[in-house]
């Protein structure tokens, strides 16, 4: 039997020596006590594109059947869930509620034990910085059988190293949330074209005070010097509360597809709607639609087929920003080689708990690229290197293969965040980065 697990983006592929779905605490003793593993890790819904959720040769925890809602207070606002439980189903217990979560990445299909281990930002950072912001507390299972509850009062040093840890300080059990208060689930967007990188940061400065949703689309038949400035907010009226029943569309079949061809038609259908299907001004939408537009396909990624592709994940310094942007478009554009898919969004100053968590102020721009080998690796070590001269970093849920040395300057708190690391949790990311460290 194949147990090969992939990352999201294909190009990652992970052999687990045994596969294990605990339901309670007690499970998960048993395998943290029999003495028969070389290592363990957690892993959600499998959405992080590279290796840090697979586990060669280790224990794979699969944590999508630890997924009871706990507790959810009406008044506070406070919500306890176990780490499996995704952010979908959180979003469909809220409905009709009135709360919502206030920091989401770009799918639903995401667990809330992954949603940590990554400290996953949304396109509302510069307001309210990582998901880690709005963690009360969890409680974390380590490989001694031990149980910690962790917040910033109690074991604060593992509740921050868990935060952005990638998995790799035990396993998450189940966390209490805040959430954020909505009128409704209707949002009012705004769509403005730029023709130009300057624009497309002097349009950010205009507009930082008034809108919290920000994101941008840059075009790729135009080499992504031109797109559209996305904004949106809550509306402020009393509207529409229930989040849609969402229809699943699968592409599972082409997984095995020998080329990425179907993947990059998709990718000019989406960029074709981007481009001409949307009108700019103001427009009144949901908050479906804003937050989460790439499940409209939920399984895009296996039509890349057995290539698979890959996101580069970066974020630049706010000074430095627009020319390091206009530099890795141009590196880009030298290979010959085109890009399927680029989205940009801010980071703002408030920082997470987490010691390794991704954001820091500037701008983020995720690059997907189809995988053709070595030219496409070679591509992707000039594009670090624009990252690395320019005081940026990459983030680690989307990489596949940064170097260690990247890694390690990126994330300066690396130090404080060994001495929690569980010694038995380990995920070929980490390894990686050990190995030609
Ligand atoms: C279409 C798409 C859009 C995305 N948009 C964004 C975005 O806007 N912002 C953003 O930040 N990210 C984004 N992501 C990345 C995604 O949010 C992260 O990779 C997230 O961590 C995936 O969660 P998961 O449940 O699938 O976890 P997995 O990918 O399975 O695992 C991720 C990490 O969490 C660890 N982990 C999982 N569960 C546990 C647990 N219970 N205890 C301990 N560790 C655990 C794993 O070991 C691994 O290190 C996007 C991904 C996709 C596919």
């Known amino acids: 039997m194949d147990r090969s697990t992939y990352g999201w983006g294909g190009v990652s592929t992970g052999t687990p020596a045994y596969t294990f779905a605990p339901t309670s605490v007690r499970d998960l003793k048993q395998i943290f006590s029999s003495g028969e593993h070389k290592s363990f890790l957690g892993r959600g819904l499998g959405r992080s594109y590279g290796d840090c959720a697979l586990n060669t040769d280790g224990a794979l925890i699969d944590c999508r059947f630890l997924n009871r809602l706990l507790s959810f207070d009406p008044e506070t606002g406070i919500l306890k869930c176990e780490a499996g439980v995704s952010i979908l189903n959180v979003n469909r217990l809220l409905s009709t509620t009135g709360w919502m979560?206030?920091?989401?990445?770009?799918?639903?299909?995401?667990?809330?034990?992954?949603?940590?281990?990554?400290?996953?930002?949304?396109?509302?950072?510069?307001?309210?910085?990582?998901?880690?912001?709005?963690?009360?507390?969890?409680?974390?299972?380590?490989?001694?059988?031990?149980?910690?509850?962790?917040?910033?009062?109690?074991?604060?040093?593992?509740?921050?190293?868990?935060?952005?840890?990638?998995?790799?300080?035990?396993?998450?059990?189940?966390?209490?949330?805040?959430?954020?208060?909505?009128?409704?689930?209707?949002?009012?967007?705004?769509?403005?074209?730029?023709?130009?990188?300057?624009?497309?940061?002097?349009?950010?400065?205009?507009?930082?005070?008034?809108?919290?949703?920000?994101?941008?689309?840059?075009?790729?038949?135009?080499?992504?010097?031109?797109?559209?400035?996305?904004?949106?907010?809550?509306?402020?009226?009393?509207?529409?509360?229930?989040?849609?029943?969402?229809?699943?569309?699968?592409?599972?079949?082409?997984?095995?597809?020998?080329?990425?061809?179907?993947?990059?038609?998709?990718?000019?259908?989406?960029?074709?709607?981007?481009?001409?299907?949307?009108?700019?001004?103001?427009?009144?939408?949901?908050?479906?639609?804003?937050?989460?537009?790439?499940?409209?396909?939920?399984?895009?990624?296996?039509?890349?087929?057995?290539?698979?592709?890959?996101?580069?994940?970066?974020?630049?310094?706010?000074?430095?920003?627009?020319?390091a942007l206009d530099e890795l478009l141009s590196v880009i554009e030298t290979s010959g080689q085109r890009v399927l898919l680029a989205v940009g969004k801010w980071f703002g100053p408030r920082s997470s708990p987490g010691l390794m968590s991704f954001p820091v102020p500037g701008f983020s721009i995720a690059l997907d690229l189809a995988n053709h080998g070595t030219k496409t690796h070679k591509l992707l070590d000039t594009l670090d290197g624009v990252v690395a001269d320019c005081g940026g970093k990459l983030y680690p849920a989307k990489d596949a293969r940064m170097s260690p040395t990247l890694f390690t300057s990126g994330y300066p708190k690396l130090e404080q965040f060994t001495q929690q690391h569980d010694p038995l949790f380990a995920s070929d990311f980490w390894r990686r980065m050990e190995q030609s460290g």
């Open 101 to 323: 979560l206030p920091v989401v990445p770009g799918t639903q299909w995401v667990t809330i034990g992954g949603a940590i281990a990554n400290d996953v930002h949304g396109k509302n950072h510069v307001q309210e910085g990582c998901f880690g912001a709005h963690l009360i507390a969890l409680k974390l299972a380590r490989s001694n059988g031990e149980v910690f509850d962790c917040s910033l009062e109690s074991n604060n040093e593992l509740f921050a190293a868990t935060i952005g840890g990638l998995g790799l300080t035990g396993l998450i059990l189940s966390a209490k949330l805040q959430l954020r208060r909505i009128q409704s689930l209707t949002m009012k967007a705004r769509r403005i074209p730029f023709d130009q990188l300057s624009t497309l940061f002097s349009l950010a400065d205009e507009h930082f005070e008034a809108w919290e949703y920000h994101s941008v689309w840059l075009d790729p038949a135009t080499g992504c010097r031109k797109g559209h400035y996305i904004m949106a907010n809550h509306s402020q009226r009393q509207g529409n509360l229930t989040w849609p029943a969402k229809r699943r569309i699968r592409f599972g079949v082409m997984a095995g597809f020998p080329s990425d061809l179907p993947g990059r038609l998709v990718m000019k259908t989406g960029n074709l709607w981007y481009r001409r299907g949307i009108r700019s001004g103001a427009q009144e939408t949901t908050a479906d639609a804003v937050l989460y537009p790439l499940d409209r396909l939920p399984d895009w990624n296996a039509l890349f087929g057995k290539p698979g592709f890959f996101q580069h994940q970066s974020v630049l310094p706010t000074a430095v920003a627009e020319s």
